[in-house]
């Protein structure tokens, strides 16, 4: 059976450990057998230095869908996108691809998005510094 997970959280909840958790459970950490498709790859350079872009995040949005699509394409078994997807449209796209190519989809929330307390440590834990405040921001606007 082939698997689409669409991981929705806020910044620092948990969503990259949650993502490659679940393919080391599912195809036993088989590079072969899935991909893990995140924005956040396109803002890390070769030394594993990320630096984020805002100029540039819709082109690599794009990009990231184009990956998703062409693992799907691909057959490979599992394929995760592994992005914030505060709004529904911003993974809806992800959706829609996958069903059309005969993938059963799941979507996942990580992590408590509206308990202020794990919004502080969300804000201390991630990796990429996104400061409470827009973590905040990012729990009042999520769609359900």
């Given amino acids: 059976m082939k698997q689409a997970f669409i991981l929705r959280g806020l910044p620092g909840s948990g969503k990259t450990h949650y993502a490659q958790t679940l393919a080391d459970e599912l195809v036993a950490g088989d590079d072969s057998q899935f991909t893990i498709c995140s924005t956040d790859d396109y803002f890390t350079d070769e030394d594993g230095c990320y630096e984020f872009n805002k100029s540039k995040l819709s082109q690599y949005h794009n990009l990231n869908l184009a990956r998703f699509i062409n693992a799907l394409a691909q057959g490979i078994p599992l394929v ?11 993974f809806i796209a992800y959706t829609s691809a996958a069903q059309a190519m005969g993938y059963q989809v799941k979507e996942v929330i990580v992590g408590e998005v509206k308990d202020k307390s794990m919004q502080h440590l969300y804000a ?10 827009t973590i905040s921001k990012m729990a009042h606007i999520f769609e359900w």
Avoid: F, P, Q, Y
């Fill in 80 to 90: 995760i996108a592994d992005n914030t997807n505060i709004k529904k449209w911003e």
């Fill in 124 to 133: 201390k834990r991630n990796v990429h510094g996104v400061a409470l405040k």
